[in-house]
């Protein structure tokens, strides 16, 4: 096989790999820069109030991020569930009625557990 042809096989997983580098490392170089100024800033003297820190743009933590992430892939298996369906109506294919819910159990089941962990988090917050 030619280089150029496996290289035109690969190219959509060679892209993923680039767009999330590319991502992770612009955040990277952007947290970089904030933790600098933020130190430039002690060094001077300068009180960092939260307030401070979070207008010179550090990320705030999310609390709710386990919840929505299990909701959006709950509502990705059901997608799937859905589309077996359709196929399975569409054309009259049995296996499509099997194969899609199995395929959608792998989101679904990290979804159920995601949600579960974003119920629990959100309780013990309440409590402290």
Do not use: H, Y
Request: glycine share 10%.
């Amino acid at each position: 096989m030619d280089i150029p042809v496996m290289l035109v096989a690969m190219s959509p997983f060679i892209m993923v790999v680039a767009i999330v580098w590319i991502a992770f490392n612009a955040s990277t170089k952007r947290r970089q820069a904030t933790l600098k100024v933020i130190e430039e800033g002690i060094r001077g003297g300068q009180q960092m109030t939260p307030e401070t820190i979070r207008a010179l743009g550090m990320p705030r933590k999310d609390n709710n991020g386990d919840l929505k992430s299990g909701l959006i892939l709950l509502a990705v298996a059901a997608a799937l569930i859905v589309l077996g369906t359709m196929i399975g109506m569409v054309e009259g294919d049995e296996e499509a009625f099997f194969i899609m819910p199995a395929i959608a159990a792998f989101p679904g089941f990290i979804g159920l557990v995601l949600v579960g962990f974003g119920l629990t988090n959100g309780k013990k917050k309440d409590e402290a």
